[in-house]
């Protein structure tokens, strides 16, 4: 009964082209989009392609695709995560007033917002899965007390709307080696949070298609009942990725606060959006099990670069809503073909 | 090994499952036989960590258990192949053969997913089977269903240690298939596991099975050894006795 083992091809198998290879892969959408943005403001706009230009535009990219690679994992794992937006504020302000009210060093003040991220991020998952509702709306109601606490507590402690006067704080400098610093390339000065954003796809990739952590991840978003039906801890798998994206909200909060030694305390409203719109422009599906760290990376490559790109085109800024939709749009079409390409779905 | 006494479950207020007893022994199989909606789902779902009963007592070796989870009773030995088959479709094969219990290489942060061996053991695995899959790489959700069941059966034969539970895994399964899977469950008992199996096919119960436990509408009809039964009476109690003989004879009327 036994069959010999086949060696390595099939007379059933085509022999995959390169482009059969290619398009089965999530990020080949944004990839293309990406090169599309940069040859076309390369273009219209001259400043887009000088060092300060690229330094511009990768920045803003930076911050971005922290966040919207950690949200792209949590979308593969199924969930949404509404209040990513406010955490990096809510991050921000701890930071801020444990450094600049309660008097403690910059580095401990950063110890306390973590654990304190970590811990929303943690009640985030536990509510979901407690509740069995869906994360849109458990998070919704995180965003909405977020925001509320983040104005309250703001104004009883400083009588204003923001925390400032970071830099007289004791480590202010060097946490700010670590999180906001510049690296001179060339004369123009590059924002170490580059570094990190391409430091977190990395991890991120990595973790998702190389590690049992990743395997999981895409389990409990294809099917979270298959998945424990089979001994997957579905339930310690998604409160991880809830608490990996608050880390990320926390890492990004910390290069605010320290870059600008300020906060306001209505920041990050309306972030959490452009983080779900860059991991699906990346190839995410809202469905879950599906998507890439990497594409989620250079999702909010082609944010920065369009954003950027516009103020070098010396266009209103208003019609970056509009390329924002269309890009929106496309993405999702694309991602929908390749997908059934990618599934050569039966029905 | 393991033993079931009175057990019972709901699920709200629709009695699934009431005051069923059976044993599972090495070397045995036990077949649960009965109606869509009798409760086999059901009961295996309890012995597989799925869900947990709520009346009566549930055994192994002896001590009284409840799994919380699914992983517990893997971790206990026991090995289910669920009858929506558990896979997730946009994975690959192989990620789904070894979900859940991944080979991995390597230490502390750098632990990593052995690739090479996944994809080696389930071709292997799958191979055994009389199934030759074109790609391991390929999501499971363009399987055929019969692909896509052998891909689960082969998982559960594969870290299967102790108790093997197979829920109506003949049924989407190839005349070829559906012999290889019961000489499996043959081979599996012979190796001293003990298996559960269900099915509505008398035919396929009976060459395999030692005893036989005759679920109706959640409740036990009766639990026979297999020298107490024959092929005939068991097809009979399955389809209810008296009614299919009303009915082969409606048919035969209507034949005329
Ligand atoms: N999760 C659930 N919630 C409510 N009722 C359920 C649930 N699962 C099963 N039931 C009910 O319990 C009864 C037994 O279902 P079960 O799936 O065990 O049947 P079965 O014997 O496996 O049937 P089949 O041969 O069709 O697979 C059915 O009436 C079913 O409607
Ligand atoms: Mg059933």
């Known amino acids: ?347 | 090994m393991i033993e079931v006494r009175d057990i019972g479950k709901t699920y709200g207020s629709v009695i699934a499952l009431a005051d069923v007893s059976t044993v599972v022994n090495p070397g045995e199989v036990t077949c649960v036989l009965g109606d869509n909606g009798a409760g086999k789902s059901t009961l295996i779902k309890i012995l597989a960590g799925v869900h947990q009963h709520d009346k009566g007592q549930f055994l192994i070796d002896g001590d009284e258990v409840r799994f919380a989870s699914p992983r517990e009773a893997l971790d206990s030995g026991i090995a289910t192949v669920y009858q929506d088959l558990a896979v997730v479709p946009l994975m690959s094969v192989w990620r789904n053969f070894h979900l859940g219990s991944e080979p991995t290489v390597g230490w502390g942060p750098l632990r990593r997913l052995d690739r090479k061996k996944g994809r080696e053991t389930t071709r292997t695995a799958l191979a055994e089977m009389g199934i030759d899959l074109r790609d391991v790489e390929q999501p499971v959700g363009t399987l055929s269903g019969g692909e896509r069941q052998c891909v689960a059966i082969a998982r559960a034969v594969h870290f299967g240690a102790k108790v093997l539970i197979l829920d109506e895994p003949t049924a989407a399964l190839g005349v070829k298939q559906a012999g290889v899977v019961l000489r499996y469950v043959a081979q599996a008992r012979d190796r001293g596991l003990g298996v559960v199996l269900i099915t509505h096919n008398p035919h396929h119960a009976y060459p395999v099975g030692d005893r036989f436990l005759l679920l109706k509408r959640g409740r036990s009809l009766g639990s026979y050894e297999k020298g107490d039964i024959t092929i005939e009476e068991l097809t009979r109690q399955m389809a209810g006795g008296a009614e299919l003989e009303a009915l082969e004879h409606e048919l035969r009327a209507v034949q005329k």
Do not use: H
């Not at chain 1, 458990?138 to 925001?147: D, W």
């Not at chain 1, 204003?160 to 704080?169: D, E, L």
């Not at chain 1, 909010?300 to 209103?316: D, H, P």
């Open chain 1, 1 to 347: 009964m036994s069959v010999a083992v086949r060696s390595q091809s099939d007379e059933r198998l085509a022999k995959p082209g390169l482009w059969d290879r290619l398009v089965v892969r999530p990020e080949i959408g944004a990839l293309l989009g990406a090169l599309a943005v940069f040859v076309f403001f390369s273009v219209v706009a001259g400043q887009f392609l000088s060092p300060l230009g690229v330094a511009n535009w990768l920045d803003d990219a930076s911050t971005l695709g922290i966040m919207a690679v950690a949200v792209a994992m949590l979308m593969i794992g199924g969930e949404f995560d509404l209040s990513a937006g406010v955490m990096t504020a809510s991050t921000a302000l701890v930071t801020a007033i444990f450094a600049t009210q309660v008097g403690l060093n910059v580095w401990f003040s950063l110890l306390l917002s973590l654990v304190f991220a970590l811990g929303v991020g943690a009640i985030n998952g536990w509510l979901v899965m407690r509740t069995g509702l869906p994360s849109f709306i458990v998070t919704l109601g995180t965003f909405l007390a977020l925001q509320g606490l983040n104005l309250g507590v703001t104004r009883l402690i400083t009588g204003t709307v923001q925390v400032s006067g970071m830099r007289s704080a004791d480590g202010y400098e060097s946490a700010g080696m670590l999180f906001a610093s510049t690296v001179d390339i060339g004369g123009t000065d590059f924002q170490v949070s580059i570094v990190w954003w391409v430091l977190f796809a990395a991890v991120a990739a990595w973790v998702l298609v190389r590690t049992r952590f990743g395997n999981w991840t895409f389990a409990v978003g294809g099917s979270a009942l298959s998945s424990r039906a089979v001994g997957v801890p579905v339930v310690r798998t998604k409160i991880t990725l809830f608490m990996t994206t608050a880390f990320a909200a926390w890492i990004v909060g910390s290069i605010n606060i320290l870059r600008n030694a300020s906060v306001q305390a209505n920041q990050g409203i309306g972030l959490e959006f452009q983080y779900i719109i860059a991991a699906v422009i990346g190839g995410c599906l809202l469905t879950g099990g599906f998507g890439s760290a990497v594409g989620a990376a250079i999702g909010a490559l082609i944010f920065g670069m369009a954003r950027q790109g516009i103020v070098y085109a010396q266009w209103n800024s208003d019609w970056f809503m509009l390329f924002l939709g269309v890009m929106l749009l496309a993405a999702v079409l694309v991602n929908n073909t390749f997908r059934r390409r990618a599934e050569r779905v039966r029905r």
